[in-house]
C-alpha cells in the first residue's frame, strides 16, 4: 500500500494526488490535480474508474513513477469538509489490523454519498394576512397548523400535519393566502445545555466524575473503565463527563450496542441536556442519515449516541467516546470488515489523542486484564443509587424439580411469579430462544426438520404457523406430514422457545396476559416495534415479559422484581472460549433488571447445574473467584487476551473444491516460535445459505505480528473465485 501518511491538515496537492477508493482495491490511484483546484488531504473527489465516475477520498500526495500521461484527472471537488486527519488515519489502522483493504473501510465511513453535496434550499410556506376566497374544512385545517407553528413548514410537513394533500397547501399559496419563503432544508440541530443540573451526583459518583474531569482536563489519550453494579448510577456519571467535553468545545460519541438504543435512554439524555442527542443506527431514513452525517462533519451536532457503525463518522473534533456495556459482544461486527467496536473506539481516541470511557457492570476479562496491568485506568461505584438493594439471587436445582417433558416451570419459580403478580409488581421471565420450539421431531421416523441451506434446525414460529431457520432466514409453511415418511400428525415439538412458554405461564396464570419479546432479528420484526414494548414494560403497562436477551441491555424497568431464568446453562453448551464468561455477564446482566426501583428484587435461576462456578458467582454476588480462575486458566492456555487468535473461514458452493484449498493452505501454514495453526476443520456451522464451510484457526503470542505473517501466508495463494475467504482477527463467534 503506497498512501503516505499525511497528518498535516494543510498539505496542498498541486499536481497529483493518489485517491483512495470505497471499494476493496489494493490501495490508492494515483489521478493528475486539474489547473486551478485547490486540494487538500481529506478532500472528497469525484474521479473516473473505468467508465463510471466515483467519489473518493484524497490520501495524499500522488507519487511520481507513471508518466502523466497515463493518468486521469479528477473531475471535481466535493463541498464537504474534508475528512479530518484522525479518521483517515483510524481507517489505515483498521484495514491494517483486521487485514482488509483501506478501501473496504473507507466505505463504512462513506456509506452516505449523498451527504458530501451541500442540501439545497427549500420551499416553505407561512401564514400571509389574506384569506383565502374559498374555505374548505381541508384548508382550514392547513391554516391552523401553519398558525400554530412558528418556522416555516414545508407543502409535505404541513400536508401530513394537517391530514390533506400537497396539493391543497400549494392551492392556498396560490391564491395568496399563504406566503412562499425558502428556509435550509434541516431545522437547526438542537444544542444540549450544560447548565440543566437535573441530579446531585451522590459522593461516590462525585469522585467518579472528578476523576472523569481530570482524564479529560489532560486532553490526552487515557482508557478508563467505569465499572459499577447496574443501577448505581454510570450513566449520570459519563453524562457529566460529555457536558465537561462539550465545555471544552469538544464532540462527544457514546456507543450502545445498538438494542440499548431507546427512548428511555434518549430521554434520560433529554432530562440532562434538555434535547435529544443526535443518534445513529440501522433504522434511520436515508434523508435523517443524510442531515446528521453532514452534522456530524460540520461540527453541528455537539453529542452523537450511536451504534457501533458511528464510529466511522467524521466527527470535526471529536474529543470523547463513552463505550456502554462494552463487554456486549453486540460491539463484535461480524460481517463484511470484522470488527469489535471497542477495541477499535480505543484506537480511534488513541489516535485522536483524547480519553475514552469503557462502562460496565461486568466488563470483559479482555478490559479487566487490562486493568490489572496498569494500561487501563478505573474507578468504581459500588452501591446502587439512593439505597436501591442488589437483587437477591438464588438457584433451583431442576434435577429436584421432577418437572414433566412439556413444563420449564419450577413449583417455586411459578410460587413466585404469583407472589409478585398479587402485590401488583412486574415479572420477567427469560429465555433466550426464540419461536415456539427449537426442534421439530418425527416421533414416526425420527426424522428431524432441517434448513435446507443450512447445518441447522429449522425453529418453529407457531403464531406464523411457520417454521425459519435463524442463521439464513429461510422459512416456510409449518408440515403437517413428515417430509421424511409421509406420516400425518407425528411431528412434534421439542424444547421450549419464549412463544411456547408464554402458552405455560397462560396455563398456569390464566388471568395475566404475557408479552413477548424477541425481535432481536430485525427480519422479525422491527426495531422500533422492540423498542415500543420495552418502554411500555418500563412503564408498567405489562405485567409479565417474557423475553430473549435483548431484553437484558441496560434498561431501567422499577416496577420489576422477580426475574426468572428458565434456562441457565444454556449459554455454557458449545466450544467457545468465552460460554463462561458471557453466560456470566448475560445473567448478571438480566438479573440486574430486578428491584430498580422502591422494591427489592428476586433472581430465581433454574439450572441443571447450580454447582457450576458461574450460578455460584451469581449467587453469592461474589464474582472475583470465578473471574480470577477464568483469567487463569486463559493465561494457562495462551487464549486471549494472554494468546491472539485469528479465525479464517473458507466458504464455497463446492465441498471438494472448498477441502482442496483449505488443506493447500493449512500446508504452508505459518508455524515455529509462538505460532501454530489449527485446522483446516469443517466448521460447527458446516453449511450455510448453501455454502459449505471450513475453518483454520491460528494462535500466536503476543510478539508475533500476525498481521504480517498472515499477509504473507496469503499472498502466495490464489483464492479460487467460488470460494470466499473472511479473515477474523480476534474471533468471538466459533460457528
Ligand atoms: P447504571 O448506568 O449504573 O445502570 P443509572 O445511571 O442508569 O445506573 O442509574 C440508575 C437510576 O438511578 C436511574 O434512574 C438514575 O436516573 C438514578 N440515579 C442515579 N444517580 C442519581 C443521582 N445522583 N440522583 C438522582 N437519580 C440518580
Ligand atoms: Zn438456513
Redesign the pocket.
Known amino acids: 500500500m503506497d498512501s503516505p501518511n499525511s497528518t498535516a491538515a494543510d498539505t496542498r496537492l498541486t499536481t497529483r494526488a493518489s485517491i483512495l477508493l470505497p471499494l476493496p482495491l489494493a490501495g490508492t490511484y494515483d489521478y493528475l490535480v486539474p489547473d486551478g483546484m485547490i486540494l487538500q488531504a481529506g478532500d472528497y473527489v469525484v474521479v473516473p474508474l473505468g467508465t463510471r465516475e466515483r467519489i473518493g477520498v484524497v490520501w495524499g500526495p500522488g507519487g511520481d513513477a507513471l508518466p502523466a500521461a497515463r493518468l486521469k484527472a479528477i473531475r471535481d471537488k466535493c463541498d464537504a469538509p474534508p475528512m479530518p486527519a484522525d479518521l483517515r488515519a483510524f481507517i489505515d489502522w483498521v484495514a491494517a489490523y483486521t487485514i482488509q483493504p483501506p478501501g473496504a473501510v473507507l466505505r463504512m465511513a462513506m456509506r452516505v454519498p449523498a451527504a458530501l453535496t451541500p442540501p439545497t434550499p427549500v420551499t416553505a410556506y407561512r401564514a400571509s394576512h389574506n384569506l383565502p376566497a374559498r374555505m374548505t374544512a381541508a384548508r382550514q385545517r392547513v391554516l391552523d397548523v401553519v398558525q400554530a407553528t412558528e418556522a416555516p413548514l414545508t407543502a409535505a410537513e404541513i400536508a401530513r400535519k394537517a391530514q390533506v394533500s400537497n396539493a391543497v397547501v400549494r392551492g392556498l399559496a396560490d391564491s395568496g393566502a399563504l406566503t412562499r419563503v425558502t428556509r435550509p432544508r434541516h431545522a437547526p440541530v438542537p444544542q444540549p445545555a450544560l447548565d440543566t443540573e437535573t441530579?446531585?451526583?451522590?459522593p461516590d459518583?462525585q469522585t467518579a466524575a472528578d476523576s472523569l474531569r481530570a482524564s479529560i482536563a489532560e486532553a490526552a489519550f487515557s482508557v478508563t473503565l467505569l465499572e459499577?453494579v447496574?443501577?448505581?448510577?454510570?450513566?449520570?456519571v459519563y453524562f457529566d463527563a460529555i457536558a465537561e467535553t462539550l465545555r471544552r468545545g469538544q464532540q462527544a460519541l457514546i456507543l450502545l450496542p445498538e438494542i440499548a438504543l431507546t427512548v428511555q435512554f434518549l430521554s434520560?439524555f433529554e432530562a440532562r441536556f434538555g434535547c435529544q442527542p443526535a443518534a445513529w443506527h440501522s433504522e434511520l431514513s436515508p434523508p435523517r442519515r443524510q442531515h446528521i452525517w453532514r452534522a456530524v462533519a460540520e461540527g453541528e451536532v455537539r453529542v452523537l449516541v450511536g451504534a457501533r457503525s458511528a464510529l466511522f463518522l467524521p466527527f470535526a473534533e471529536l474529543g470523547l467516546i463513552v463505550v456502554d456495556e462494552e463487554h456486549d459482544p453486540a460491539f463484535k461486527q461480524e460481517e463484511g470488515v470484522i470488527y469489535h467496536a471497542r477495541d477499535m473506539a480505543v484506537v480511534r481516541a488513541s489516535l485522536g489523542e483524547f480519553p475514552i470511557v469503557l462502562a460496565s457492570a461486568t466488563p470483559s476479562l479482555e478490559t479487566r486484564v487490562n486493568v490489572e496491568s496498569g494500561r487501563y485506568r478505573t474507578i468504581s461505584l459500588s452501591r446502587r443509587?439512593?439505597g436501591a438493594q442488589l437483587p437477591t439471587i438464588e438457584a433451583v436445582d431442576m434435577r429436584a424439580a421432577a418437572l414433566p417433558a412439556d413444563r420449564w416451570l419450577s413449583p417455586r419459580l411459578v410460587t413466585a411469579m404469583r407472589d409478585s403478580l398479587a402485590r401488583g409488581e412486574q415479572v420477567l421471565l427469560f429465555l433466550n430462544r426464540r419461536g415456539y420450539a427449537p426442534l421439530t421431531l418425527c416421533r414416526a421416523c425420527g426424522h428431524r426438520l432441517a434448513c435446507p441451506q443450512c447445518s441447522a434446525w429449522l425453529v418453529e414460529h407457531r403464531f406464523q404457523g411457520r417454521v425459519q431457520c435463524h442463521h439464513c432466514g429461510f422459512e416456510t409453511a409449518k408440515p403437517e406430514s413428515c417430509p421424511a415418511c409421509g406420516e400425518e400428525d407425528r411431528l412434534v415439538p421439542c424444547g421450549p422457545g419464549v412463544e411456547r412458554l408464554a402458552e405455560e405461564v397462560a396455563l398456569l396464570l390464566p388471568d395475566i396476559t404475557p408479552a413477548i419479546l424477541s425481535g432481536d432479528n430485525p427480519r422479525e420484526r422491527g426495531l422500533s416495534s422492540v423498542r415500543d414494548t420495552i418502554d411500555a414494560f418500563g412503564r408498567g403497562e405489562i405485567p409479565l415479559l417474557i423475553g430473549t436477551q435483548i431484553i437484558a441491555k441496560?434498561h431501567?424497568f422499577p416496577g420489576l422484581t422477580l426475574v426468572g431464568v428458565v434456562d441457565a446453562d444454556l449459554g455454557l453448551a458449545g466450544g467457545d472460549l468465552r460460554a463462561a464468561e458471557r453466560t456470566y455477564q448475560l445473567l448478571h446482566q438480566v438479573s440486574g433488571r430486578a428491584g430498580?426501583g422502591n422494591q427489592a428484587g428476586h433472581v430465581i435461576l433454574q439450572s441443571y447445574m447450580p454447582e457450576h462456578p458461574v450460578m455460584q458467582a451469581l449467587v453469592s454476588g461474589d464474582s472475583e473467584q470465578f473471574l480470577t480462575a477464568e483469567t487463569a486458566a486463559r493465561r494457562a492456555r495462551r487464549l486471549p487476551p494472554f494468546g491472539r487468535l485469528v479465525a479464517l473461514i473458507l466458504s464455497g458452493p463446492d465441498l471438494e473444491q472448498l477441502r482442496q484449498f483449505a488443506t493447500t493452505l493449512a500446508r504452508t501454514a505459518p508455524h515455529g516460535d509462538g505460532i501454530s495453526v489449527l485446522g483446516p476443520a469443517p466448521a460447527p456451522l458446516a453449511l450455510l445459505r448453501g455454502r459449505h464451510r471450513y475453518r483454520l484457526l491460528l494462535m500466536a503470542d503476543r510478539r508475533q505480528d500476525i498481521q504480517q505473517t498472515i499477509r504473507h501466508w496469503l499472498a502466495r495463494h490464489k483464492v479460487p473465485n467460488a470460494v470466499r475467504l473472511h479473515i477474523d482477527v480476534d474471533p468471538y463467534s466459533f460457528l
Open positions: 441530579v446531585t451526583l451522590s459518583q459499577g447496574t443501577g448505581s448510577g454510570k450513566t449520570e434520560r443509587h439512593g441496560g431501567h430498580r
